[in-house]
Every structure is written in C-alpha cells, then in structure tokens.
C-alpha cells in the first residue's frame, strides 16, 4: 500500500483538540461530495463539505451534516444477532462474528446441496456505489459460489439501457458548464433535492439570460422560476417529445446534416414522431398545447441547448421510451459541438472502469429481476429461494409490492441474513444479521454521476461496535466457503490496493498521490469534440433494432395510463431533501404527508391535515393529507424511501406499487401506482 493514501488513516487523532479530516460522500446521489469531517477523541463532531472538490464548493446537503446521527443513533447495528422472536419483530441474540458467519456458510451449503447454487438468492443495490462495498468480492463469492443472479434494475435501468442504445453511454455536460447553456431544460428531475450542486449552475445561466424548460408534474423550486413549466401527466413524456421531434423535423430544425454523419435511424424516429402533433400529445398529457409550441420553439432556436435527463421520467410503464425520446433531442436538434450544448444523463461511466477484479464470469445461473423480489420469495419454486442474503439495499421499504415482499420475508423456510448499518424494516426480518461499517468507518471511492469526479473516501473513525466492511466480511465468507484461488487476497487494504492498480491509466496514481484524477478527455467534455458515442461503429443509434423488439410496443410508442375509474389518481414517489433512497429514513417524522392539488382534494370532499386512506388493490396506506397546489390535479405525492414506522398503519408508499416492468430495461414502475384517496374517519 502506498504512502499517502494509507497514511491518511492516521490523520485522525485519538486525543487533544478537533481536527479535520478529509474524505469524501459515496452516497447514492450525482454530486459526490469531498467532505472536512471534524473529529474529536476518535469520534465525529461534525461533517462539512470540503473545497477539494469544486463542485462541492465548501457546502453539502443537510442529510449528510448529519450522518453523525446515524453513526451513533439509536438505531446502529453494533454487534451480529441471530433472531430469537418471530420474523419481522426485530429481536435478536447477540452472537460473535465466528458464530454468525458459521450459521451463514452452513445454511448456504446446505441450500446449495438441496436445491442447488440458484436457491440463495443475493439482493444489493444503491446502499454503496462504490468501487469497494459492491461488485468487488461480493460479486466474486455469488459467482463462484453459484448463486442465483440479481438483475440490478431497481432504479437507472430504463434510462440506462437508453442511453447505451443511442449513446453507448457517451460522458455527458457536467455541472460546470451549465452557466454556458442559452437554455436549460430539466427533464423528470429535480436537482434542489436530489443533485443539490447543480442547482447554482442553473442559476448561475439564468442570470446571464438563459431560458430554462421544466418538465415535471410538480411545481418543483426550479420549476417555478421557470420560462416554460410542462407539468404533464406523469407517464406521458415519451409523447411530449416525440411531439418536440415532429415540430423539429417538420419546421426544418432538423439538422440533416449532422444526422447523416453522426446518427442512424433518423427516418424511423421521423415516422414514429409524425403521429404526435402538439395537440394530441398535449391532450394525453394534460397541459396546454401553447406551452409545449413554446418549448419546442424555444429548443429549436437555441443554442447552446442542454437537456438534462433525469429519473423521475423513468419510474413507468414509458420509462424507456421516454429517455429515448428526450436523449434523442440534441442529435435530431443538432445541439452537440458546443460548451454547454448536448445532454447530461448519468456520468457514472465515463470513467470506463471495467472491474477486473471481479475476475470470475457470471454464471449461466438463474437471473432474477430485482423488481420481482416479492415474487421470487413466494412464488419460484424450481429452485425456491431458500437463503436470501441482503446488503447495500432495504428492500422491505425501496422495492415494488411491499405487501408480497413482506409476506416473502415472513416465510418460515426462508433463511434471511441482512447485511446492515442500521435496523432498518428489512433488517427486522432478518434470522442472522451482520453489522456494517458505514462510509466514515472504512475506504470505498466516490464516483459522482453528475459531475465528473472520483475521489477516494477515507475512514475517519475506527468502526462503531463490532461492525465491519463489506470487504472484510466478503472475503471471509469467500475464505470460508472455500472460492478463493491459492495466494488470492481479500482483506480491505489489499482490495484497496488492487482497484487503485487496475484502475484506467493514471487514475489510481493520482488517488495514491492525493491529487484528483482527470479522465483522459478532461473533466468537462463537449460532446462531439471531446468524447463520441460509444457505439460499435460510433454513430448515434436513434433506433436501435434489439430495442424496437424488446419493448412491448416497439420503439417510441404509447402505452395507456393505467388509471382505472377507482383508481384514477398517478401516486408518484420523488425524492426527497430528508433521506437518500430510504438511507436516514429513520430521522423522518412518524407521519409523512401525501400532496394532493386543492381541486382533487375538493372533489373528494378533503380537507389539509385530513387523515386518509390511499388505496389500491395491492394495498392501503393511512396518512396525513397536505393540500397545495405544487402537485398537478390527477396527481398525488409521496416521498420515496419512506420507512414503515412513519406511516400510520405501517404500510408505504410502495405497498402501493405493481411489480410490473418499464418499456426497455426491466425497470420499476413506482409511478404507475394508480390509487384512489379518501377520508378515513368515513371508512
Ligand atoms: N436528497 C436526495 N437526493 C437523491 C436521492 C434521494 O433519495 N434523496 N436519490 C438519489 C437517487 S437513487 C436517484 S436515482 C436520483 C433521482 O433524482 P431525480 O432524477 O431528481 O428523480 P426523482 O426524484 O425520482 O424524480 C424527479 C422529478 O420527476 C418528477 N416526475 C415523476 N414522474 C414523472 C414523469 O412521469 N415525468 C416527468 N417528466 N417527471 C416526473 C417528480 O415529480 C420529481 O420532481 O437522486 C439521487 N439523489
Ligand atoms: N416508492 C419509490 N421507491 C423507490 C423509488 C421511487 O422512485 N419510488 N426509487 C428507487 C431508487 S431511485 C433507488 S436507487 C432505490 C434504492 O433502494 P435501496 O437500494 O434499498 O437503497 P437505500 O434505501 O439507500 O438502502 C441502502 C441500505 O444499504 C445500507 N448500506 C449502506 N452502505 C453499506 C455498506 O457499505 N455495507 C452494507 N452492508 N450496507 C450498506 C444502508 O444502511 C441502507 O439501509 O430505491 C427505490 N425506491
Ligand atoms: S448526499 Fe449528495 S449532496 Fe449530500 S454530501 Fe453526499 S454527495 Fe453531497
Ligand atoms: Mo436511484
């Protein structure tokens, strides 16, 4: 291990006076902070964001400043348990590593033997985005080990799969150049909750005159400063800018000559963007035809232009095709070329790192979509899944169909063991759980996906409890089961060591010399100067043959609103300023509010602070009603990440939402949740 990386461990004092430490945030979030975390007798006192990383510019999100909650609250995991009480009821015994893990590798073998490797089912996702906790040794033991794979598709698989289709995921305009665009348009995003950095980027090209385009069904802070506030019907999208390519093609804002060079399909994209005049798209998705007549003018005559395509577009059955669509606009508008023109999807990789380390091929096992959790527990027998091990992840809270995953996890026959920070609603229905680290306890890289940065978070403490890294507990699993090859190492210094090895040239030595790697195309790229598609045969694919099978309806097609007339009303699940995912939904107050416009509330004879019930057939959640006019009529709000104790009845948001799959990618369909609202004191 080199010098300064493995030296900056003791930087952090043990006794004397506070001193700052820098790291930085692997959370799920784009921006990636670099953080100064001030620390005092081995312990956190506070946390702030560093000027390391520009970006970061000395601030970061209030969640974080108070991650020190976290570390130490009430709800740690200190030591491993195995269950003593009935599933879901969160009693445990507390037990030694050495007894835990023995009950973990007997169980798995023991599965493996009855029903075969498929029967363990391992189940991550956004807990940790870093190089260190996921896809390291986790990804060697599953498959070495045989176990069923997990389709990761939780979040980011629709826009995803868009993206690499058209783009080969091609790095994208960073935060910083945003004060170059003439017009801004924020697609399915909302960057003053989830991305807070950008915000003043935004800002900052407003003041010198650019216009910015809002498409989202709430009136989002940027939203309202907006020039042009499309708040369609969430699922609609793909009509809307299918209606902006037809306006393009049709008033020769189509740059014919850039897609005869750059891009293939165009003539199939035309023909599919000629069914949406602006009157019939406007119609499907509920807002005023003038308004989309002035985007599309507005997106035709400027330049620079940047489209930043988010998630909250994706969460439906359209997802897919609606990220096709919108990232399809700079190719057919002609918008690339140019600082501050083109389109922002996630950077996450730009960095074109392969994972090496991972070493051994995917087996041929099982793939199980992760949307399906509730299914695969109940439903597959051939194999059943008889050991489900859970980490970076709370699905009990975050996945589709929470009624059927919680009925999954009560299965007597299901051996659960979850890998945690905190007692979370899955953690509760553990039989063995394992103690994790969190990111001030240990190394892990944070690699931002708005920006371009990637930076190495550093332990600032010693571990809290007796609770250990995924590196650590990966590799002792992988040493106990018996899949390390001769020689092969596994503890965290040593994986540390071997990322920073293989990563592309030149990044791991600037990590390992403290200073901030740069991609070879700089840190702020202009697409179609600096960086191309990564395409096989580097042209843009606007429509992509594997793509125009897979989806239900081909590519750019409509599929109907699923509202019913009981369940007329779309349940979306934004983001919200307090949690990251369901990470710190332990800090939320015990009753989140639903947002309902005033006029939905009316026609339902509803009141502000009215208590009610949201209901489906696939469930019924009771909370307080928040009337305000920030959520478009047919539309109600609930934050994502919301844990069951902040709800009335212990039932989320997600209990609320199908298993059903987006367009292309395999994704969730959070805002396809269709519902019906009323008071709950009538009954
Ligand atoms: N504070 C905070 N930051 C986060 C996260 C967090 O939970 N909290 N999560 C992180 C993660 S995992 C992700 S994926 C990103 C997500 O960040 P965003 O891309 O901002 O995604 P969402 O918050 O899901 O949705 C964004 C907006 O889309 C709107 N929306 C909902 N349905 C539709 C629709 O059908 N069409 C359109 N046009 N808009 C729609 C919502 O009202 C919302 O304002 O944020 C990351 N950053
Ligand atoms: N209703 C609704 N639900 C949604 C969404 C929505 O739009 N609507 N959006 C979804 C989105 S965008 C996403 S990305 C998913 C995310 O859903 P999840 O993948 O469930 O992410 P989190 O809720 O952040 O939970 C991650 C857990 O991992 C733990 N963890 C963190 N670091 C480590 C580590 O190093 N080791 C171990 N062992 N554990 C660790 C944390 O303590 C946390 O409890 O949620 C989805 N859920
Ligand atoms: S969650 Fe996002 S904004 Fe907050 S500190 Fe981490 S990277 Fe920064
Ligand atoms: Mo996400």
């Known amino acids: 291990m080199s010098s300064s990386v493995s030296s900056r461990r003791r930087n952090a004092p043990l006794g004397g006076p506070p001193s700052i430490v820098h790291s930085a945030c692997p959370l799920d979030c784009p921006d ?70 023995e009950t973990v590798v007997e169980r798995m073998q023991h599965a493996k033997a009855e029903h075969g490797g498929a029967s363990i089912l391992p189940y991550s996702y956004g807990g940790s985005n870093g190089l260190l906790t996921q896809d390291n040794l986790d990804a060697k033991l599953w498959r070495r080990f045989g176990a069923s794979r997990l389709a990761r598709t939780l979040c980011a698989a629709p826009t995803g799969a868009a993206n690499m289709a058209l783009y080969g995921k091609m790095p994208s305009v960073t935060y910083q150049d945003y004060p170059e665009s003439a017009l801004i348009v924020l697609w399915g995003v909302n960057p003053s909750a989830s991305g807070i950095h950008l915000v003043p980027y935004v800002r900052e090209a407003q ?96 330049s620079p232009a940047l489209v930043r395509c988010g998630w909250g577009l994706e969460r439906n059955r359209n997802g897919g095709n609606a990220a096709m669509a919108v990232l399809a606009l700079p190719a057919v508008g002609g918008k690339f070329g140019v600082r501050g023109g083109g389109y922002s999807m996630s950077n996450s990789a730009s ?108 332990p600032v403490i010693d571990t809290v409890g007796e609770s ?106 934004p983001a919200s300023e307090r949690t990251i995912s369901s990470t710190l939904g332990e800090f939320l107050r015990s009753d989140v509010k639903l947002t309902m416009h005033p006029e939905d509330a009316e026609a339902r004879g509803l009141a502000d602070k009215d208590l009610v019930r949201v209901f489906n057939d696939l469930g019924e959640m009771h909370c307080t009603l928040s009337v305000l006019p920030i959520v478009r009529t047919g539309t109600v709000s609930l934050p994502k990440g919301v844990w069951r104790r902040s709800m009335r009845n212990g039932v989320t948001g997600t209990a609320l939402v199908p298993d059903t799959l987006t367009d292309l990618g395999g994704g969730a369909c959070f805002n396809d949740a269709r519902v019906q609202v009323a008071s709950l004191s009538v009954g």
């Open 32 to 101: 990636a902070c670099s953080l100064a975390v001030t620390v005092q007798h081995g312990k956190v006192i506070s946390l702030d964001g560093s000027d390391r990383n520009p970006v970061t510019d000395g601030y970061i999100c209030a969640k974080v400043r108070k991650f020190g909650d976290r570390v130490y609250g009430p709800d740690r995991l200190l030591y491993p348990g195995i269950r003593k009480g009935r599933k879901g009821e969160g009693r445990f015994e507390r037990v030694t590593w050495d007894v835990a893990l």
């Open 468 to 573: 250990r890294s995924n590196a650590d507990v990966f590799g002792e699993l992988c040493s106990r089961l018996g899949v390390l090859e001769e020689g092969e190492q596994s503890g965290e210094l040593d994986l540390l060591a071997r990322v920073l090895d293989e990563l592309p040239s030149g990044v791991g030595d600037a990590i390992r010399g403290d200073r901030r790697p740069t991609p070879p195309f700089g840190l702020a790229p202009i697409q179609f100067v600096d960086v191309f598609p990564n395409t096989p045969d580097g042209k843009i694919d606007l429509f992509p043959a594997a793509l125009e099978q897979s989806a239900p309806l081909g590519l750019y097609r409509f599929q109907p609103d699923p509202a019913t007339e009981r369940y007329p009303l779309a349940l979306i699940s």
């Open 351 to 458: 960095w074109g790192i392969e994972r090496p380390w991972i070493a051994a091929p995917e087996p041929n096992t099982r793939l199980v979509n992760m949307n399906k959790l509730g299914r695969a527990l109940t439903e597959y027998s051939d194999p059943p899944v008889d050991v489900l091990f859970v980490y970076n992840c709370n699905p009990a809270a975050t996945v589709p169909d929470q009624t059927r995953v919680l009925r999954g996890l009560e299965r007597e026959d299901l051996f659960t063991v979850v890998f945690e920070q905190v007692m979370t609603d899955t953690a509760l229905y553990a039989d063995v759980i394992l103690p994790a680290t969190t990111f001030l306890e240990g190394y892990d890289f944070a690699r931002a996906y708005g920006p371009i940065s990637l930076e190495l978070a550093i």
């Open 207 to 302: 003041k010198r005159g650019a216009k910015l385009i809002v498409v989202d069904p709430r009136t989002t802070p940027l939203a309202r400063s907006a020039d042009v506030h499309l708040a369609v019907k969430p699922g609609t999208d793909v009509a809307v800018a299918l209606a902006i390519h037809r306006y393009l093609f049709e008033h020769g804002h189509a740059d014919e000559a850039f897609l005869q060079e750059h891009a293939r399909g165009a003539t199939a994209l035309r023909e599919r963007a000629s069914e949406w005049a602006i009157d019939r798209a406007a119609e499907l998705a509920g807002i005023d035809p003038a308004l989309v007549e002035r985007a599309a003018e507005l997106y035709a005559r400027s």
